[in-house]
């Protein structure tokens, strides 16, 4: 019986820089979920497993790159928020529209202007942790196409795939995800599927992508009738101009647990394979787990595992890209369980 190769993993220590304070739920100040302990939890249970995972540091991604995904000015504001204080959290509080208005982004007051959810803080250290989260998804989907690793991770925090082209917003500032599909693209892939596997719809991927033929976006997720990012998510949302029916989501009811989830990853699988991609990149958010703090879905670690491993039995190169998931003390063995059901898969061995 041979080994499955091990998984490098990227992660910078700057990524734990920024510390979002708190966040207003219903009136009630709660510590904001988005916390350091997330990443170190993945960390230690991937660094316990030197068999499986080798922990390395990314490559760090050029503004270039960013443009190729995002707004020049959405990049600014998150350096202007550079300049506040070091003990200051900037809660974007003015959200004008419809006026003859032009936000600058030079200009914190603005920050509304480029930002669509007032739970998704700015502080000095925002743009440190973004960029270095940025680049682990970056560098592992180099890793991929280069053809040094067949599945890399990165274990990029703060997440991404809210993030759209010109605002932040759902405890994410750049599209970690949306980067590395677009590197993938611009190292010479013909096509490129993203898989979005977060309890929350992939509102950012699917709005970078929706007029890319040559990016396929899927994301199966709670559905937006009464879950986060509510205004998008919908079955009806099917991608625009060319790129009509590479845009698929597949919205599920709370409470879906992982037997009801085969189902919709199997109708993802499916339209996978019927594109016919060259590389896989998977936003693996973790917060479908049952006793996700955010979460609205059932599913146990083991079911990670096996939707790992139908994931992996495509064969794909694969990039997974970490998204969500919060802090529970199970958080680091979730992560551990789809990676290896991803590794598993990839080998052949079939799912029991
Ligand atoms: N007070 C990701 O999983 N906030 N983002 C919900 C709760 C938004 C989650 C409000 C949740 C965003 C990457
Ligand atoms: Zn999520």
Redesign the pocket.
């Known amino acids: 019986m041979t080994a499955t190769p091990v998984i490098p993993c990227f992660f910078h220590p700057k990524q734990l820089k920024f510390k979002p304070k708190y ?4 009136g009630e100040k ?1 510590e904001h ?2 916390t350091t302990a997330r990443a170190e939890g993945i960390l230690a249970a991937l660094e316990q497993d030197p068999e499986h995972f080798v922990i390395r540091r990314p490559v760090e991604v050029t503004e270039e790159m960013i443009h190729s995904v995002h707004d020049p000015r959405l990049v600014r504001m998150l350096q202007t928020a550079q300049s506040l204080r070091k003990t200051d959290t900037f809660y974007p509080a003015v959200f004008m529209r419809g006026m003859d208005i032009t936000p600058d982004p030079g200009q914190i007051s603005h920050a509304g202007s480029f930002c669509f ?1 007032s ?1 998704t803080p700015l502080s000095r250290e925002t743009w440190l942790a973004a960029r270095w989260s940025a680049s682990c998804a970056v560098t592992a989907a180099m890793t991929v196409a280069s053809g040094d690793a067949r599945i890399a991770y990165a274990l990029s925090r703060p ?4 993030a759209t082209r010109g605002l932040f917003g ?3 500032y750049l599209a970690n995800s949306s980067l590395a599909a677009q590197c993938l693209r611009t190292g010479g892939a013909r096509r490129v599927a993203v898989l979005d596997i ?3 719809h992939g509102n950012g991927t699917q709005e970078v992508f929706w007029d890319d033929p040559d990016v396929l976006t899927i994301s199966l997720h709670g559905s937006p009738e009464n879950f ?2 509510f205004f998008t998510g919908f079955a009806e949302e099917i991608g625009g101009g060319a790129a009509r029916g590479t845009n698929l989501n597949v919205p599920m009811p709370e409470g879906t647990d992982g037997q009801a989830y085969e189902m919709g990853l199997e109708q993802a699988i499916a339209r996978i394979l019927d594109y016919d991609p060259s590389f896989l990149v998977v936003a693996a ?1 973790v ?1 479908t787990y049952e006793r996700d703090p ?1 979460g609205n879905f059932g599913l146990t670690t083991e079911d990670l595992g096996r939707v790992g491993e139908r994931i992996g039995a495509l064969g794909l190169p694969t990039v997974a890209v970490q ?4 802090y529970t003390p199970h958080i680091g063995r979730n992560v551990k369980s789809l990676l290896a059901g991803l590794a598993e898969g990839a080998r052949g061995k079939k799912a029991s």
Do not use: K
């Open positions: 966040e207003w739920a219903f709660i979920p988005e959810d739970g997440p991404g795939h809210h759902g405890y994410c977060d309890v929350h986060f990012p958010g917060d955010m998204e969500g998931g919060y």
